[in-house]
């Protein structure tokens, strides 16, 4: 059974503009969660998506967002990027919504100049 | 809300046991759940408690105790691909949903 994919792996964007990146979770599995990563940061929780509906938002401003498709394929959107959001973005996916096991994708490395 | 603090760092020569501990802040939770991950790669689950106890996984076992609020994730035999971070997780049930929270993480470096 194939992975969780991400697109693209690496995306070199400027200060204002905005930026979509892609998850495909693997066959089955209809939850979706986004995750950004960065040194100093951690690991921080993003949104959760289960059938197309979120069920999760953490604390980040509105320029994120995001949604999943019929086919559980979701979206990530940052809108008028800073250079603080310069970070590698995880997608994961699990079975179900809640899932304590999670299936992380290779992530999106995002730099903003 | 979450805190989960653990070590930053921790080293060990190949074949020791090393012991990676999660401490935590929190009113309520949903199990304890690691993951590994690589220098550039993603992370991987590695094992769940959802009851107080030890969970063993081959090499890899897990505690928890919620009286204590406290976790570890134990590692035998190392080996030199056993050098990662290591992330405890936990899902937060005090917001009205459950989103996965992570420790800060530990860096494991194993030397030969």
């Known amino acids: 059974k194939a992975g969780v994919t991400q697109t693209p792996r690496y995306l070199i964007k400027t200060r204002g503009q905005q930026v979509t990146l892609s998850c495909s979770p693997i066959s089955g599995h209809r939850s979706v969660s986004w995750y950004q990563q960065t040194p100093g940061q951690g690991l921080q929780f993003l949104f959760e998506y289960f059938s197309e509906t979120q069920r999760n938002k953490g604390n980040f401003p509105g320029r994120f967002s995001g949604r999943q498709f019929s086919n559980s394929r979701s979206e990530m959107n940052v809108s008028t990027l800073e250079l603080g959001d310069s970070a590698l973005y995880l997608c994961?996916?699990?079975?179900?919504?809640?899932?304590?096991?999670?299936?992380f994708g290779p992530g999106t490395r995002l730099t903003v100049t | 809300g979450q805190s989960l603090e653990q070590p930053s760092e921790v080293t060990a020569v190949e074949g020791a046991i090393v012991q990676i501990n999660c401490t935590y802040q929190?009113?309520?939770?949903?199990?304890l759940s690691w993951y590994q991950q690589h220098d550039g790669g993603a992370p991987t689950f590695l094992s769940y408690?959802?009851?107080?106890g030890l969970e063993e996984t081959g090499r890899f076992s897990s505690f928890l105790s919620r009286s204590d609020s406290y976790g570890y994730l134990l590692l035998q035999e190392l080996q030199m691909k056993d050098s990662a971070s290591y992330f405890c997780?936990?899902?937060?049930?005090?917001?009205?949903?459950?989103?996965?929270?992570f420790g800060t993480g530990t860096r494991l470096l194993v030397s030969p």
């Open positions: 929190t009113s309520g939770f949903y199990g």
């Open positions: 994961a996916s699990s079975l179900e919504a809640d899932g304590y096991e999670q299936y």
């Open positions: 997780a936990v899902r937060d049930r005090n917001t009205g949903f459950q989103k996965l929270v």
């Open positions: 408690n959802g009851l107080d």
